[in-house]
């Protein structure tokens, strides 16, 4: 069994920046920051898996970097240059199977949830 838990969250100003952070327990492969407003579909944001292959979305390339500390098992989202259109939840998910990158920021091949955190940013 997997447990994730996300923290990191908050209100920042338009062009701030904020560190999400996603402390998981149990073995894991690929893990992914996903992303969700109300009345949307769950947007993968950026992922990564274990030998360190990364994929991004496209609205957060050059913005946001993803990694991982191995020895804290412990997945981080950076997050520069923020904008308001970046305001929502925020979600962390973790795969315990190697998965092709093109499938990387698919939510349906995630089977492992945090909680989410809350991102808001104002102009």
């Known amino acids: 069994q997997v447990q994730l838990v996300e923290s990191g969250g908050g209100s920042v100003q338009a062009r701030g920046s904020l560190r999400l952070s996603c402390a998981a327990s149990?073995?894991?492969?690929?893990l992914g920051w996903f992303r969700q407003a109300p009345g949307k579909e769950r947007e993968g944001v950026a992922a990564?898996?274990?030998?360190?292959?990364?994929t991004y979305a496209d609205s957060v390339k050059g913005r946001f970097t993803i990694s991982k500390d191995n020895a804290k098992n412990t997945l981080y989202l950076q997050m520069n240059s923020l904008k308001p259109e970046d305001t929502t939840m925020y979600y962390c998910a973790a795969c315990p199977s190697r998965v092709p990158k093109a499938l990387m920021r698919h939510p349906g091949v995630f089977g492992y949830w945090g909680q989410g955190t809350q991102v808001t940013v104002s102009s």
């Open positions: 990564i898996d274990s030998i360190g292959s990364t």
């Open positions: 149990g073995y894991t492969y690929t």
